[in-house]
């Protein structure tokens, strides 16, 4: 069978019904018949499926937030309703069909809906009783008859209650055919894609494995008291989430952080240095049995990693105050430099490594310590500069290779400087090296 909407820009509403989870099996089977979708969401669905999820599906970005403009400054729900072949709503709950039927705007999907003259698809999805509820259904009919929608009625059966009903959403090849059915002859309407939602652009580090350390690790001293320091981790998760903007597959490893771990990256917790090791070579060092590991294209170390822990490990009680108490601590190993050393020299390695220097007052060290860890980048930033550095929202740093600084950027938010680094690493993956 030939693709029946190849060519067709088909706006898919979702709402906040536990059936959200079936939207992209909807998007799926709408590619499968070549049509081209851009995801509206209402503030409810995001809860029940990410926007970064529909978005990687679809390749544009998903309009969650009516107030918020595209990327180019357009106007999202004004773009979907003068380009949308079709206008489907899948699933639809209760609540959304009445705001509907009383020509409410308050989310992109009745606000787009309101203003488009596309034919317009509705697969509701709800409990049984909410469905048969008589409110429910002169919405659903007035959607129908007096705006001219189809609905795709809900199917019997299993409901996510537990119960089971008429209210479940219908199957995936019902509500495209309905959509199929619903274009019928006529033209694409806007065959123009500049004047389409616009296209997220392949991300310069898709294809690429990046593994980013963020937050502060933690020693303890003994049963109830830690060494800790005060990297709140927004550098690292700034990275973390740039490199997965850009399209890489990211590990974060994220220590103590005072901010929110970012979504669609895979992430692992650590506490200690001895913890942060160990997942460091989990995810970048060959297992000893020779199996082939999956390469990874860079390790950002972003974490503030403890320089010394207890000497003899930590007290197992709680130390008492009995006077003064005097710690022994011992230097801890520093992992960047040994996972440098396993993986061996620069020119050689796959991975590229970049790590930081937080030192009080000066960069000049870094090209120093690039150089002893056979690093092929150093991001030097002075941590004690008001404003800038650990706790706060921006940065200055200086990116340097083994010649010395090769850009500086900042004070900038975090994300700004994260894009910067990026910028180097991904210069470094496609010259192998050379500037
Ligand atoms: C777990 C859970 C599942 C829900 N599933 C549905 C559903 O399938 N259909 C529905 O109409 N409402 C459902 N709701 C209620 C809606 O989420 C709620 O009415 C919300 O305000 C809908 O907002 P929206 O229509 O703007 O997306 C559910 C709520 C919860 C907590």
New binding site residues.
Partial sequence: MSARLTGRLVVLGI?????AFKAPEIVRALRAEGADVQVLM????TR?VSPLTMRTLTGRAVDADLLDLLPDGRIGHIVAADSADVILVA?A????IG?MASGMAG?PVTATCLATTAPVVVA????GE?WAHPATQANARRLMEDFGYTLVEPVHGAL?SGSEGA?RLAEASAIVAAVIAAIGASPVREPDAARRPPVVPAGDLSGRRVVVTAGGTEEPIDAVRILANRSSGRQGIALAEAARDRGADVLLIAARVAVPLPEGVEIVRVATVAELSAALDAALLPPPDGRATSSVDALIAAAAVSDFRMRGGPSTEKLRRDGDLTLTLEPTPDLLAGIAKRLGARAARQTKLIGFSAESGATKRAVEKLKAKDLDLVVANDVTAPGIGFESAENRAEILDVDGVISIVGPAPKRVVADAILDRLVALLVTGGAR
């Fill in positions: 709402t906040g019904s536990i059936a209402t503030p409810a669905a029940f699933p709950t209760a609540q959304w705001a989310d509701p999805a709800m409990d909410m996510a209210g």
